[in-house]
T-cell receptor
Framework: SAVISQKPSRDICQRGTSLTIQCQVD?????MFWYRQQPGQSLTLIAT?????????ESGFVIDKFPISRPNLTFSTLTVSNMSPEDSSIYLC????????????FGPGTRLLVL | GQQLNQSPQSMFIQEGEDVSMNCTSS?????WLWYKQEPGEGPVLLIA?????ELTSNGRLTAQFGITRKDSFLNISASIPSDVGIYFC??????????????FGKGTLLTVNP
C-alpha cells in the first residue's frame, strides 16, 4: 500500500479565510480523492483529483468552494475557501491502489476547526 | 444515491468476546471494504472483498461478501482493548480497475472493556 501524508495535520482558522491542505504520496498513483468527515459522521466524497485536468466534484460540492490541484501523480491540494464554522471537519485524501483491483488507502487527515 | 445501512451503531463488549457487525445496501455492490478508524487517524483498510460469497480473514477478523451482493459482515473474534475504534463498511459499484467511488456506512463504534 502507498504511504500518504497530509499537511497540516490540524489547524484553527478564522471564518472568511481559506486553508490549503496538501496530500503527498510516496509513489505515483492514478486516482486521488478528497473526502470530508464531519464531526461524528461518516466519510463523504468531495471530488476526484484528476492529473492534468479539472477535478470531478460530487453533488453538493463546487469548485469555487473547494478548488483542487493535481500537478503530478504524487501530489494534490484541496483548498477550503471562505470558511465558515460549518466547514469544521476532518479532510482526508485517499489514493487508489497501484494494482488493478486494489482499493483506496487514506491519509491521516487534516483536522480543521473554523471559529 | 446509494446508501449503506451499517449496524449496530455502537457496541460495548468485554475483552475476549466476539463481535459481529454488518452492512446492507439497497443496491448491488461489486466491492465491499471494511476500514477501522482510530482517534486522530485516517481509516485503515482491514479487508477487501471482490466476489459474491467470498469469505476472507485477516488475523482475528473475518468478513464475507454476501451472495446477493447487497450485504457484508465483519466478525472480530476474541476482542482485545486495541480493537477499540470506529469500523466503517464501504462499497463500490465498479468491477475493479480505476474510478472507484466509495460509499461509506455510518460506522460502528466499538468499545472493549478490559
Amino acid at each position: 500500500s502507498a504511504v500518504i501524508s497530509q499537511k497540516p495535520s490540524r489547524d484553527i482558522c478564522q471564518r472568511g479565510t481559506s486553508l490549503t491542505i496538501q496530500c503527498q504520496v510516496d509513489s505515483q498513483v492514478t486516482m486521488m480523492f478528497w473526502y470530508r468527515q464531519q464531526p461524528g459522521q461518516s466519510l463523504t466524497l468531495i471530488a476526484t483529483a484528476n492529473q492534468g485536468s479539472e477535478a470531478t466534484y460530487e453533488s453538493g460540492f463546487v469548485i469555487d468552494k473547494f478548488p483542487i490541484s493535481r500537478p503530478n501523480l504524487t501530489f494534490s491540494t484541496l483548498t477550503v475557501s471562505n470558511m465558515s464554522p460549518e466547514d469544521s471537519s476532518i479532510y482526508l485524501c485517499s489514493v487508489e491502489g497501484i494494482q488493478v483491483g486494489e482499493t483506496q488507502y487514506f491519509g491521516p487527515g487534516t483536522r480543521l476547526l473554523v471559529l | 444515491g446509494q446508501q449503506l445501512n451499517q449496524s449496530p451503531q455502537s457496541m460495548f463488549i468485554q475483552e475476549g468476546e466476539d463481535v459481529s457487525m454488518n452492512c446492507t445496501s439497497s443496491s448491488i455492490f461489486n466491492t465491499w471494504l471494511w476500514y477501522k478508524q482510530e482517534p486522530g487517524e485516517g481509516p485503515v483498510l482491514l479487508i477487501a472483498l471482490y466476489k459474491a460469497g467470498e469469505l476472507t480473514s485477516n488475523g482475528r477478523l473475518t468478513a464475507q461478501f454476501g451472495i446477493t451482493r447487497k450485504d457484508s459482515f465483519l466478525n472480530i473474534s476474541a476482542s482485545i482493548p486495541s480493537d477499540v475504534g470506529i469500523y466503517f463498511c464501504a462499497g463500490d459499484f465498479n468491477s475493479g480497475g480505476s474510478n472507484y467511488k466509495l460509499t461509506f456506512g455510518k460506522g460502528t463504534l466499538l468499545t472493549v472493556n478490559p
